[in-house]
């Protein structure tokens, strides 16, 4: 089946045919019923009638059919003219003919009811004896044919009227049966897969699709039923790895408190114990003390600041500002802390008013963990480049530098919570939440970061709305 081809159009086909079919069936059983009647009526009657037609030497099986229409009989007689043998219903009670009799009978008189034809024959035993017809007058005519006045011949009508019908009615419900079924199998198979479907995805079950080849309609269902059913399996797939990563987080961030923390208890306990006795040490000691209790207060900022935008009541409130004038004072704060570390730093920001709507604190996080990791993760002699553009719809910030670059392999990771590169692992300073939440608060902007990276390049674009 066609399956652009609408229920509509399908009803219609099956409809067409089906009258066809009852139509070449109607058409038949005319055909076979004016045969019928052919043969019952068009034989010529005389033929049957007439005692030397109808003869037999097995007297028994003389075909009296004829005869019997139109209420005659055969009569047998011996040589001696005594009746040895009836077929159909005597309507006389003569038992024996005198010759003059048999003569009589062949007198067309008045008083004669019957018409009579006698032939002699010889019996299967060799004996001779005479097949007598009788037929009451008022059923035929003189010629022997049937009478007008004679019913036998309408009742064979209306027999075979009822015969026909009979048929008809009897292939006609063969074909209504027949019509339904293929009709309903083309749209109750299709329904019952459906049905099968819903019950499927009711019972949390996404992966099974449809797959039936049916009319327009029903595509359409299989369609829809097939899309909604792979939404569901994806949305059932993110929910999956959002509890993953969550999962994952839990066990991160218990590491990664757990490893400065031993670490502090290990100090503190070495100091309790009086055990650092040179002066110098102890102060050095202290200053470990202090960066780990730095980095166990940094991630649980960072964790609270991405709990927080992750709350969906979190007071998110942008306001159109001039960002060239942001994004210069941005600049301006970094400035120092580049030059201290030998970075050269450039920036390209239009002297007008660009506005659009945002932030300020958040934008400001966001931004500054791109230029923090650019001076933390970088050597000396690097170049920093903070761009500002616009087109008519967004505005583009760039921060590119020249420094180690990203890999390939963990380009794809550095948005997730926790991941941190070997070099923020070695100097122990991350905390592996600083571009989630720059990606975060980027994303509560409707804006869009990307990360282009390379060996020996970093560059970050953010887009915002205007
Ligand atoms: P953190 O800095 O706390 O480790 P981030 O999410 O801010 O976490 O950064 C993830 C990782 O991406 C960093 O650990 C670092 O390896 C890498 N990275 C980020 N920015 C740069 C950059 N400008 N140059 C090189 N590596 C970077």
Redesign the pocket.
Known sequence: MKSNEKLQAMLIKNYVFFSMLVGIMAILLFVLFNFQLLKEMGESPDSKLKAQEIVRQDFQKIPSEGVELVQGWVEILDDHRQIVFVKGKKLDSITAYTEKDLNELFYDSKQNRYHASITPFETEEGRNYYCLVKIPKKNITSDLTFSNTYNGQYNVFWLLIIQTSLLFIILFSINVYLYSRWTSTKITNPLLQVARGIKDIADGHYRNRLNYKANYELQQIQASFNNLAERLEKAENEKKQLEESKQRMLVDLSHDLKTPITSIKGYVEALRNDLIKDEEKRKNVLNVIYTKTELVTGLIEDLFELTKLDSPDYPFAKELSDIAEFIRELAVEYYDAFEDKNFHFQFEIPSYEVKVPFNQILLYRSLS?ILS??L???PEGTTVTLKLTEDDTKVHISIK?D????SNEIKEK?FDAF??????RKSDG???????ITKKIIEMHNGSIHLDSGNGY?HFQIALLK
């Open positions: 963990n990791n650019a933390a993760y970088n530098d420094g180690i670059g990203i550095v991941f941190r590169g070997d070099q923020s991350g905390t592996g939440l600083g571009l989630t970093t």
